[in-house]
């Protein structure tokens, strides 16, 4: 599905893609002057502790050098020596803008070692959580966005939307922020009475608050288009080449996305398009991440229509913990939750990569379990990493007022970079 850039007959702009200086455009003259610009790490243009070493010839770029790692965080060790559960709330501290969709790509690529195959209604209800995490990772995204450029009024409003998925993730999980929901096998409780009648009002009206709240004010605005356009180009051969995912990769023209392309937990089953851009600029990326709310919200409003019943855990209680009421009157589910909660679940030897569509791009885990109750090995594919590694080609060429933008338009978040 192509976005298409509106029109701007109302709001005409000279502004001729084609003549922009393309990335990489200036050359470093080793006999030339440039002066050296820290931007970062602390910047609130750079979304978290992300330093640029910027080489100026005036005003226009000529070199930048990404340095990231402030925060030592190691969770890819914490997650080989806590274990499996313990491990799913540190993955809320990764992109933390949706947390939720982290804790199911992670119990899902630790599913998939061992062939687990969680319930229907689970698999509707992760769909259901995952889809609002994206919605709320891209009302954040476009307002920190619009901010960045200077339109805080935007910010004020997608941030009152994404109060509204606060209180739904609140009713759910009994966290606002830090979720902690998911479970290897499951997730941690079932739907609260009237919760999903308070998600479909809130998804059926989000597309028209959009459109009065965010594009009447960016869309065709002068400046922010002026802003937009024809900067940050990321050609398509060069987003593959770079291995961008996620709006990154499909807003240069790449029709990539793993709900399509390798479907899990149902997605197969529901309706919903795949927004590509059409001149990978700044602007397009904008675009897409609109249009990709609105395609989040078609989908939650399909699994809350075929929301099945039945349970929302596997049957085996060496992987998920027995009801309390079976804990109290059975030896035997005793033992099982003990041995869960103190060891873990008991998962055969396996060895697997699994790559989840989260908001920034592809979330991937490969995971290798020796049959004890914690990965032998856990690697993280975390797409704002990837993703990042392009800016020594985007930035040069550009202006320096342009670098807030490109950044903004990459949509990164640091805590899931320096995992």
Not at 394 to 409: E, N
Request: net charge negative.
């Amino acid at each position: 599905m192509a976005i298409a850039r509106p029109s701007l007959e109302d709001n005409p702009l000279e502004h001729d893609i084609e003549k922009m200086a393309p990335s990489g455009a200036l050359e470093r003259d080793p006999d030339g002057e440039y002066m050296l610009l820290n931007m970062g790490p602390s910047h609130p243009s750079t979304h978290g502790v992300l330093q640029i070493v910027l080489e100026l010839d005036g005003e226009r770029v000529v070199t930048a050098k990404p340095e990231i790692g402030y925060l030592h965080r190691g969770m890819e060790k914490i997650a080989e020596t806590y274990g499996y559960n313990k491990f799913i709330p540190y993955t809320d501290r990764m992109d933390y803008l949706a947390p939720i969709s982290n804790n199911i790509a992670c119990a899902l690529g630790i599913e998939a070692v061992n062939g687990i195959v969680t319930p229907p209604r689970c698999q509707a209800i992760r769909v259901i959580c995952a889809e609002l995490g994206r919605i709320s990772a891209h009302l954040l995204g476009l307002g920190a966005f619009a901010m960045d450029v200077g339109a805080l009024t935007v910010f004020l409003y997608t941030f009152r939307e994404r109060e509204v998925i606060y209180d739904l993730m609140e009713a759910l999980t009994g966290a606002r922020f830090t979720v902690s929901f998911t479970r290897v096998g499951g997730i941690a409780r079932d739907l609260p009475d009237g919760w999903t009648d308070a998600v479909l009002r809130f998804v059926q009206k989000l597309p028209g608050t959009l459109e009065e709240d965010v594009e009447l004010l960016l869309t065709t605005n002068r400046i922010w288009v002026d802003r937009l356009q024809g900067v940050g180009v990321i050609p398509r051969d060069v987003a593959l080449d770079y291995g961008l995912t996620g709006p990154c990769l499909r807003g240069s023209g790449v029709e990539w996305d793993l709900r399509k392309e390798q479907p899990y937990i149902g997605y197969e089953n529901y309706d919903f398009d795949v927004p590509v851009g059409e001149h990978g600029d700044a602007y397009d990326r904008y675009l897409l991440r609109i249009e990709e709310i609105k395609q989040s919200a078609r989908i939650v409003q399909q699994a809350i229509a075929k929301l099945p019943g039945g349970p929302i855990c596997v049957e085996d209680h060496k992987i998920v913990l027995p009801e309390k009421r079976k804990v109290l009157t059975s030896m035997e589910e005793l033992i099982h939750q003990f041995m869960v909660v103190t060891e873990g679940p008991a998962l055969p030897a396996g060895e697997r990569y699994f790559g989840c569509e989260n908001p920034k791009g592809e979330l991937g885990f490969y995971v290798k379990t020796d049959g004890t109750g914690k990965p032998f090995r856990l690697r993280m594919r975390a797409p704002s990493f990837v993703n990042l590694a392009i800016l020594p080609y985007l930035f040069p060429g550009a202006l320096l007022s342009d670098t807030v933008a490109i950044l903004g338009s990459l949509d990164f978040v640091m805590g899931e970079c320096d995992r």
